[in-house]
């Protein structure tokens, strides 16, 4: 499966369009609870673990909508929008939702 931001790609035509296509995921955890309160103690450096908890639940949301644009009978997703909110009491939560269009491409 293709997946690329582009409302295109490049050398490529699309065939047909198969509709809009989601993911999405929701991490409950304390690490984001700490991370959000104690951000303003991160000067200076990044913080590995938290970096590693954020793109498993990016890629997992991407897999979802793959999963999905896959059962259309797509092979590629254009114009994929990542989105991140924080939720629940104390903002304890991080959602990733992606979404795109489901395509076949020639």
Same mark, same amino acid.
């Given at each position: 499966?293709? /997946?690329?931001?582009?409302? !295109? #790609? ?6 047909? %369009?198969?509709?809009? @296509?989601?993911?999405?995921? #929701? #991490? +409950? &955890?304390? #690490? =984001?609870?700490? =991370? =959000? $309160? +104690? ?7 990044? *913080?590995? *673990? %938290?970096?590693? @908890? /954020?793109?498993? &639940?990016? !890629?997992? $949301?991407?897999?979802?909508? *793959?999963?999905?644009?896959?059962? /259309?009978? $797509? !092979? &590629? ?6 989105? %991140?909110?924080?939720?629940?009491? +104390? !903002? ?6 992606? *979404? +795109?269009?489901?395509? @076949?491409?020639?």
């Amino acid at each position: 499966m293709l /997946l690329t931001t582009t409302p !295109n #790609i490049e050398g490529r035509k699309v065939a047909v %369009y198969k509709g809009l @296509v989601t993911g999405e995921t #929701i #991490i +409950g &955890a304390n #690490i =984001f609870k700490d =991370f =959000f $309160a +104690g951000i303003r103690d991160i000067v200076g450096g990044r *913080s590995g *673990s %938290y970096e590693r @908890v /954020l793109n498993e &639940a990016k !890629n997992t $949301a991407l897999k979802e909508m *793959s999963e999905r644009a896959q059962k /259309l009978g $797509a !092979n &590629a997703i254009i114009g994929i929008d990542l989105d %991140y909110e924080t939720l629940g009491q +104390g !903002n304890g939560m991080l959602m990733v939702t992606a *979404s +795109g269009t489901a395509v @076949v491409i020639e």
